[in-house]
């Protein structure tokens, strides 16, 4: 009998709590923007955005603290759970998409290609647990189609197209069926 509990969904929940509550604390509780962030960004044309780069910090700040803030009430919901659907932590992996977006595109006008680099690759991370947590709930099954071409979705579609037919074409519909799925050895028999 399978587990009720997804333990990959509590190690990406437990992953992005820590993460980006450590970050997000330590940039609210800093006391304003840190003198090595303006002398990074002093001669790029975030400078001269509405609020400096002032607006940059706290807006890094404040992604951080909803992504944080996402994972906590993931857990609380139970999204770990089989039963429950995933899509407040599906929001807070999307939401880190683009803050890594961000952070890379900082990376590359700054001329800091190593945060660029390093963003990269928190994106590629990303991208897999997001790809495990589509394929957690069935959503993705690595099969082009999607689900529809999932073995339980692919019954459902034969019952809906056996209901208006009769009893003995149905019959008939699953051997034919059944004999296009035999190796073609047994076919030519």
Not at 103 to 121: K, M, P, T, V
Request: aromatic share 12%.
């Amino acid at each position: 009998m399978k587990s009720g509990i997804r333990g990959k969904t509590i190690a990406i929940q437990m992953m992005l709590l820590s993460i980006f509550g450590v970050e997000a604390s330590e940039k609210w509780f800093a006391g304003g923007t840190p003198q090595w962030f303006t002398k990074e960004f002093a001669d790029t044309w975030l400078v001269g955005l509405p609020g400096g780069l002032d607006f940059s910090w706290y807006l890094i700040a404040f992604l951080e603290t909803l992504i944080a803030a996402s994972a906590l009430i993931s857990i609380l919901r139970g999204e770990f759970l089989v039963r429950r659907d995933q899509i407040v932590l599906r929001a807070a992996l999307l939401i880190s998409l683009g803050f890594y977006l961000m952070l890379g595109f900082g990376g590359r006008i700054s001329g800091n290609h190593d945060i660029a680099a390093h963003s990269f690759q928190y994106f590629t991370g990303t991208l897999l647990s997001l790809f495990m947590i589509e394929r957690s709930e069935g959503r993705f099954t690595g099969r082009p189609g999607g689900h529809r071409n999932h073995r339980q979705g692919a019954d459902k579609d034969k019952a809906r197209a056996n209901a208006g037919t009769p009893q003995r074409n149905r019959s008939q519909n699953q051997k034919r069926d059944s004999q296009n799925h035999q190796p073609r050895f047994v076919k030519n028999r």
